[in-house]
């Protein structure tokens, strides 16, 4: 399936400690950009042609890409002054660059790349910017078995803050951690049909307009996952990953437990 991926949003929450001119899903986890690592999951299960929606900052995505350095996470021998990898990240990868607009909102970045999605019944989208563990191959099977239009996977709340149930006079009942409430929000990891399209309208929002029709028409279908999942909302969360990559703790990398197996 193809991998439709917006990474053309200003990452405002982001500002301040980074680059201001890079677009969120270019921020460094390890030696890295987060949309590396996004990528990488998907190619770990066989997913390797991307569609990426740019916008803010995209001259970052291709640059990046157009001057991809295989030795920075390959093994290599070098002879004579030439280089042999040993290994390779994305030989074996398909990228179409696409500008979908400085402004748009993610639905009207996905309605601008339909034709490159060469009209193909289901296909997968990210936000590029989340990284998780989460089995791809089980979140695509249930859709396929199923009649929705589309299916976004969902996650305990991340806040570590507590919701307070009170009476009229001020006086507390109850005190809740959001994280233990019976609530899930967006993971940002979606399968589609092609009748997404249907349901967003010019300009319009993947989520808030496309997958909230599907939802009043029965047609949604929510993955729940209680796994591994970091969003990279701020740079604190930035941070808190890279700081974990630095010291082996690194879950959402799949391909290097395929790495670790075949070199046991």
């Known amino acids: 399936m193809k991998v439709v991926l917006f990474c ?8 301040g400690g980074t680059q201001s001119d890079v677009p969120k899903p270019m921020q460094m986890v390890g030696p890295r950009p987060l949309i590396w690592h996004v990528m990488r999951y998907y190619a770990h299960f066989g997913h390797t042609e991307f569609v990426l929606c740019l916008g803010y900052g995209a001259h970052h995505v ?3 890409f157009l001057n991809y350095e295989e030795t920075t996470s390959n093994d290599f021998v ?7 990898l040993l290994s390779t990240d994305i030989s074996d990868w398909s990228i179409s660059f696409i500008q979908t607009g400085i402004e748009s909102a993610i639905g009207e970045r996905l309605r601008r790349v339909r034709e490159h999605l060469d009209g193909d019944e289901m296909f997968l989208a990210n936000y590029a910017d989340v990284l998780t563990d989460a089995p791809l191959p089980a979140m695509i099977e249930r859709f396929q078995s199923s009649e929705a239009g589309a299916s976004m996977m969902v996650v305990p709340p991340q806040s570590s803050f507590h919701c307070v149930e009170m009476d009229e006079g001020g006086l ?3 005190i809740t951690a959001v994280s233990e409430m019976p609530l899930w929000e967006n993971g940002g990891y979606f399968v589609l049909r092609q009748e997404i399209f249907d349901h967003i309208p010019k300009n319009g929002d993947l989520v808030a307009d496309g997958c909230a029709e599907l939802a009043k028409r029965g047609r949604l279908l929510a993955y729940p996952y209680r796994g591994f999942w970091k969003p990279t909302d701020t740079v604190k969360e930035r941070y808190a990953l890279d700081e974990g990559y630095a010291k082996g703790d690194r879950p959402w990398a799949l391909w290097e437990r395929r790495t670790a197996v075949a070199s046991a």
């Open 62 to 64: 291709k640059d990046f």
């Open 172 to 174: 507390v009942g109850s």
């Open 78 to 84: 070098l002879s004579g002054g030439r280089t042999r």
């Open 8 to 15: 053309g949003g200003y990452g405002m929450r982001m500002r």
